[in-house]
């Protein structure tokens, strides 16, 4: 017999000697899963000392991981270990992240070619003389245009910047992920509102089995009143009556619609169940338009249309769920 005591440890037959170290997901206790939205947004800022660094990131839906980054040449080295961040906490979307440096002291890494510039000054001179062509007029403006008149220092990562950014570039994925859930939260309400929905359609659909039925039957017996000079074998007429009233049989079709609605929300709270969840949603549809295609009657046909409604806005919803 297991057990659990107030402070949360685990014995089995009451006996605090005997105590089980079991892993969090096999504790009695489960944390309850939920649905995570593929959308998401996460931002964070660090400062060093002569520069300021913004880093965002942000997801949409996708059906695999697809990663797009912008990232400063001086941090382009380990580019690979942010990938691999998202890669672990992320699982699935369209992910695309950007960090920005933003100047705050004077220095700069770009700084006049000066030699650069005064070769092409000399040679915009000589030029000149030999063709008798003016000067211009706007000297910088025209030598700061030249191919290397400016040249950029190369810089060298410093370690602790990095644990700096590393950091931040943590934080961001997490607000990331709390954005998910946020939004994940909101989606599996709609299902639940939704599912129910269709199933309250499904109980309003039996008041008009039986009535439909004794419509066909009744109707098939007046026509061939009608028919007076036409002798018939009345036992072979319900056999085939019989034939014909079980191809408008919708038993089946509930049992099993009933059945995919209950196991929708049952994935629901299973890890990243977006495209199970999308797979449910067609077997669902098609036993939808099956019940459609065998009523027969115009009332059912209007609740039929109201769970297609329902369902369509549960599809478009799901290809968002991670």
Known sequence: MISENSGKEIYLNNS????????????????????????????????????KITIEIKSL???????????????????????????QKLERGKIEFGIYVESLGKETTSQLNVPIIEGYYRQIVEVSQQLQMPL???WFATLLRLPDAMKNEMQELDEEEWKMIYSAFTNAVDQLITFRKQEGASLQKVFKAKISNIRTFLTEIEPYEKDRIDKVRNKIQENLANLKEIDYDKNRFEQELIYYIEKLDINEEKHRL?????????????????????????????????LGSKSNNSEMQKIVVKMKDELEQIKEQVLNVL
Not at 25 to 51: D, N, P, R, Y
Not at 61 to 87: A, H, M, T, W
Not at 262 to 281: D, Q, R, V
Request: include cysteine.
């Open 258 to 290: 009933a059945h995919h609605l209950s196991y929708f929300e049952e994935t629901m709270a299973e890890n990243s169940p977006g495209k199970k969840l999308g797979f449910i949603a067609q077997e669902i549809g098609r036993e939808i338009n099956t």
């Open 16 to 51: 605090p000697n005997q105590k089980l170290k079991l892993p969090l997901q096999a504790t009695i206790l489960k944390q309850k899963k939920m649905v995570l939205s593929m959308t998401g947004f996460g931002k964070t800022t660090c400062e060093l000392e002569s520069k």
């Open 136 to 138: 211009p007029s706007d």
């Open 61 to 87: 839906n996708s059906k695999q991981l697809d990663i797009f980054s912008r990232v400063p040449g001086v941090y382009k080295e380990k580019e690979i270990e942010l990938r691999n961040i998202i890669s």
